[in-house]
């Protein structure tokens, strides 16, 4: 069974930083891409930013410039460097593992991200 991990949310002032990290178990059939996606309340779930198993990376144009993400496919681990953070980013942030074979995804539970004075 797949269990993906999060950790690295809390709360932070606005400009401040906070690094996500996700840590996949389990039997995964490749790694075709990884990424971050958040739901704030109200709100649908949001691409943040991905990278595909080539090393390409897509972000949301609102974290451009901000936010950083990183992976080890030989760990199946995936991180979110959050800098210059505002409270539009206040969001569950969830962790997201496609799958080559399948193209199953899979999901974390989410950390909670609060940026607020």
């Known amino acids: 069974q797949v269990q993906l991990v999060e950790s690295g949310g809390g709360l932070v002032q606005p400009g401040g930083s906070l690094r996500l990290s996700c840590a996949a178990s389990?039997?995964?059939?490749?790694?075709?891409?990884m990424g971050w996606y958040r739901q704030a309340p109200g709100k649908q779930r949001e691409l943040v930013a991905t990278?595909?198993?080539?090393?390409?990376?897509n972000y949301a144009d609102s974290v451009k410039e901000r936010f950083t993400i990183s992976r080890d496919i030989a760990k199946k681990t995936t991180y979110l460097q959050m800098n210059s953070l505002k409270p539009e980013d206040t969001a569950l942030y969830y962790c997201?593992?496609?799958?080559?074979?399948?193209?199953?995804?899979?999901w974390g539970q989410g950390t909670q991200v609060t940026v607020s004075s």
């Open positions: 997201n593992i496609r799958s080559i074979i399948g193209n199953v995804d899979y």
């Open positions: 389990g039997m995964i059939f490749g790694i075709n891409s």
């Open positions: 990278v595909a198993r080539t090393g390409s990376t």
